[in-house]
């Protein structure tokens, strides 16, 4: 592939997780926001109401990754169903953010629902294809595979940078239902690159070979069969709520913590973000050299030992409390970069050594539990905003960030126990 359709490929990644990162980032904080009678919405009940959205969209994520292979199977691109799905999740974003304090509650709560409704089910109709595209457009180059899910790596993390840098400045210029709509105008353009990065065309592509029909039960079945992948998706999972809990953490603790405005996480993250980036340009280079299991492992513990250290956040240890905090944040740089950059390589290589007819459908069960765990994490990361307005104060917000090292370690220790089932021998 060329680097303009490497970059093309990228763009999709940064604007369909820009979206997700301006989610997250402020929807506990938007629900908060201070009314004659008290606040829009309540975060909890927010966060319970996620919840319930995202295991339902969870469930609708292997439908996904069945429908785009059995679209492959049919002898159709993958790509094209990119098309059909792209603008639904702005509008979504738009929409959650719309509610104003001159509505009733039923007005508010209509708008949030319809919101989540179509943010969510189309961020999974489009990324499950989406993701896919590592492996149609690799074409059995495992170097160029291993790159390609590096770029979905670096575009989460350029779309975290610009959710942590550019959204609280709009949020302070223009609210939070305009700065969604930038972004969502934004994020859409972008998300059409994937289509145009195809490296052959389509009268030049070889044959799809399906020998056999497409069964989505089976390679539903198949998937939840894989030791190995299972337990890299709870890996993962742990890894992915553990960013989500402190995504939503980060107003909280540039605010209340360090007596800072919204816009000052962008002083926590920048750094953060600056250390992650270079990390890219090795993460290929270890996993080929050391496998991406261990590359995933170390950087699990590591991250969640960084996460259980900024419960320090507040402290001068290191010049001012400003100082000490983008310090902590700073050592969580290259563990995230990792996770990050080896994520699809891992999930396309668990499908390819299960026959590698089914991609679509393991990053559909991927995400089908990664979203359930997600879920999670915002119910906790709610309840703990929610406890910091009354007696806990600061050390809810405490509680918030070791949330988010101990799923890290939860995580580990699931992926340990199925792993060493794995490798124990079978009686005879």
């Known amino acids: 592939m060329t680097r303009r359709q490497l970059c093309l490929f990228t763009l999709g990644q940064v ?16 629900s908060t926001t201070s009314t004659a009678d008290g606040t829009l919405f309540a975060a909890g009940a927010v966060g319970a109401v996620l919840l319930g959205f995202r295991l339902f969209d969870g469930v609708t994520d292997p439908f996904a990754g069945a429908l785009s292979d059995y679209w492959v199977s049919k002898g159709k691109r993958r790509k094209q169903l990119l098309l059909f799905t792209l603008l639904l999740p702005g509008i979504g974003l738009a929409l959650c953010f719309l509610p ?25 109709f489009y990324a499950i294809p ?12 495992a170097n160029l595979r291993r790159h390609l899910s590096n770029l979905l790596g670096a575009g989460l993390l350029i779309a975290t940078g610009i959710g942590f840098v550019l959204s609280p400045v709009l949020v302070e210029q223009v609210g939070y239902f305009y700065g969604a709509c930038i972004f969502a105008v934004l994020a859409s353009i972008g998300m059409i690159g994937p289509v145009m990065a195809d490296p052959q065309n389509e009268q030049d592509a070889p044959p799809i070979d399906h020998s056999a029909d497409f069964a989505p039960a089976s390679a539903f079945l198949q998937a939840f069969r894989q030791p190995r992948f299972l337990g ?17 953490a980060a107003p909280f603790i540039a605010v209340d913590l360090l007596k800072g405005t919204e816009q000052d996480v962008s002083l926590l993250l ?3 973000l600056g250390a992650a980036l270079p990390c890219f340009l090795f993460a290929p280079r270890l996993s080929s050299r050391f496998g991406w299991e261990k590359v995933l492992v170390i950087s699990s513990i590591l991250l969640g030992v960084v996460y259980c250290t900024a419960t320090l ?9 400003f100082t000490t905090a983008m310090l902590i944040f700073v050592c969580g740089g290259p563990m995230v970069a990792f ?8 999930i396309t290589d668990c499908a390819k050594a299960a026959g590698g007819d089914s991609v679509s459908m393991f990053f559909g069960v991927y995400n089908l539990v990664v979203k359930a765990m997600n879920g999670i994490a915002i119910f906790i990361a709610g309840v703990f905003a929610e406890m910091s307005r009354g007696a806990y104060g600061d050390q ?9 090292g101990a799923s890290l370690f939860v995580g580990m220790a699931a992926y340990v126990v199925i792993v060493r089932r794995r490798l124990q021998p079978h009686p005879s």
């Open 396 to 404: 809810a917000i405490r509680w918030m960030i070791l949330a988010a």
């Open 270 to 272: 920048g750094p953060l």
């Open 313 to 321: 956040v507040g402290s001068s240890i290191i010049g001012s409390p």
């Open 232 to 248: 890299l998706v709870l890996l993962l999972g742990g890894s992915q709520m553990s960013l989500t809990i402190m995504t939503s």
């Open 15 to 30: 604007g369909m997780m820009s979206l997700a990162r301006y989610f997250f980032q402020w929807i506990i904080k938007y």
């Open 130 to 141: 989406y993701w896919s595209l590592i492996d149609d457009y690799s074409r059995g180059d």
């Open 100 to 124: 104003t304090e001159a509505m009733n509650a039923a007005g508010r709560w209509g708008l949030m629902v319809l919101g989540m409704f179509l943010f969510f089910v189309g961020y999974t």
């Open 339 to 346: 996770l990050l950059a080896l994520e699809g390589e891992a």
